[in-house]
């Protein structure tokens, strides 16, 4: 028998790629409550997002901040 969506019990979601896309979304997911991990093949962007810098018009660094410190995780690949 599958599960409601309302008794999923793991509210864990990585996003792969964080570019126009991917970051608003894993803010938007973060910022509801499930424990995000971002991942990105570049180790320039990953340092980039983790020191809280958005590289992206859309998403204030303050925002991005926020997630980071509120325990958004930031990887990279390889």
Known sequence: MQKQADQVSDRR?????LGYVGLPLALSFHEAG???????????????LAAGNSPIDDVADARLAAAVAGGMRVVGVG
């Open 34 to 48: 499930l424990s995000v991990v971002g991942i990105d093949a570049s180790a320039t962007r990953v340092a980039e």
């Open 13 to 17: 979601v990585a996003i792969v790629g």
